[in-house]
C-alpha cells in the first residue's frame, strides 16, 4: 500500500503511539481499501467530542481490553473517521486535529479551509 500524504501535500507523520492508533494501528492516520471507515483524522479529543461519540454509538472513552484499547481521555490523540469528526463539526463538536497527521482522504469529507480552522500545532 501506498503512503498517504497529508493534507498539507506533505509526508504523514505519526500521530499517536501512546495509544497507539490507526486503523493499522501503525500510529498514522492511514487509510486504505480496507479501511471502510475512513480512519483519516488526527484528533486532539476533547471531553466534548467523546460525549458526542459515544452518544451517537462510537464510546472512545471506555476501555475494551479484549481489543487492546485503554479508552481515551481529553488531551490523547486518535484517529477517528472523517465521517464522524464532520459529524460533530455539524453538530458544534469538533475537537481540534493535527493537519500534518490527517491523511489527505479526510479532504473527502471536509475542505482543507475547515480542517485548518480546527488545527493545532505538532507541539501542542
Known sequence: MEENRNVLGGPLIPCSTDPLTGFYRDGKCQVGPDDLGCHAVCCVVTEEF?????????????????????????????????????????AGY???????????????????????????????
Open 50 to 90: 467523546l460525549a458526542f461519540s459515544r452518544a451517537s454509538g462510537n464510546d472512545l472513552s471506555t476501555p475494551a481490553p479484549l481489543y487492546g484499547f485503554p479508552g481515551l481521555k481529553p488531551g490523547d490523540r486518535w484517529c477517528v473517521c472523517a465521517g464522524r469528526w464532520k459529524e460533530a463539526l455539524d
Open 94 to 124: 469538533a475537537c481540534p486535529i493535527v493537519l500534518e497527521a490527517t491523511s489527505e482522504a479526510a479532504l473527502r469529507y471536509v475542505s482543507r479551509s475547515i480542517l485548518e480552522e480546527y488545527a493545532v500545532t505538532e507541539d501542542d
